[in-house]
């Protein structure tokens, strides 16, 4: 079975300082990483995704997270956040074409 | 193509009541995941559909539950004498026959008083 642990429920941060969200998952099998974003009452977005390669992935919105295979961990990082960053990020992991298994969430706040 | 959709995206009822949801998932996209997700949590797999075929289903899906996907085009997610315990964000997602992505509709969120 696998699981996904965000270690942090709320990280505030003030406006163009840096963040990380933490992800660590638990899986006896390659597996495949996600990290979406959800805005207040819409469905979830991706942001980036490791399927396999060069283990730092970008993606949209300027955020970007690193698979580290013997940490098991896939962090999300963005070195300078906006206003609009404010929304609930969840990490997901799945071992292809099985359903995802997410984390509980981290509420990210950005302060003005 | 416009992504997946969903109906209604709001959907008020009472305890006891039977409600129903549809998909639509983006064309060409063979496999179809229902998620149902309670506040302040992730996401939760209910079950999902290879074309036609009901392949997996969670234990979170109980018998007041039924899906279907009888053209292996839309799905329906039924849930029959509602309780207040049902009351979630319920998502749906699809993907192509052998993509590790899985794109998200808006959701449909169920408030059952």
């Known amino acids: 079975a696998q699981s996904v642990t965000q270690l942090d429920s709320q990280v505030p941060v003030f406006e163009e300082a840096p963040v990380e969200l933490r992800c660590n998952y638990s899986?006896?099998?390659?597996?495949?990483l996600f990290w979406y974003v959800q805005y207040p009452n819409q469905g979830l977005q991706l942001l980036l995704k490791?399927?396999?390669?060069?283990?730092l992935v970008k993606g949209i919105n300027g955020f970007e997270a690193e698979f580290n295979k013997s940490q098991t961990s896939f962090h999300l990082r963005k070195p300078s956040v906006h206003i609009s960053d404010t929304a609930e990020y969840f990490c997901?992991?799945?071992?292809?074409?099985?359903?995802?298994?997410f984390g509980k969430g981290t509420r990210l706040s950005v302060i003005a | 193509d416009t992504g997946v959709s969903q109906d209604p995206r709001h959907k008020i009822t009472k305890r006891g009541q039977n409600v129903t949801f549809r998909c639509d998932p983006i064309?060409?996209?063979?496999?179809l995941y229902w998620y149902r997700q309670t506040l302040g949590q992730g996401p939760e797999f209910l079950t999902y559909?290879?074309?036609?075929?009901?392949?997996?289903k969670s234990r979170l899906l109980s018998d007041r539950f039924s899906a279907e996907r009888p053209k292996g085009s839309f799905s329906t997610l039924e849930i029959q004498r509602t309780e207040q315990g049902d009351s979630a964000m319920y998502l749906c997602?699809?993907?192509?026959?052998?993509?590790?992505?899985?794109?998200f509709g808006p959701g449909t969120r169920l408030t059952v008083l």
């Open positions: 997602a699809s993907s192509l026959p052998g993509g590790n992505e899985q794109f």
């Open positions: 899986s006896s099998v390659s597996v495949y």
């Open positions: 490791y399927l396999s390669g060069s283990t």
């Open positions: 997901a992991v799945h071992s292809g074409n099985t359903p995802l298994v």
């Open positions: 064309s060409e996209h063979n496999r």
């Open positions: 559909f290879q074309n036609e075929a009901q392949l997996e």
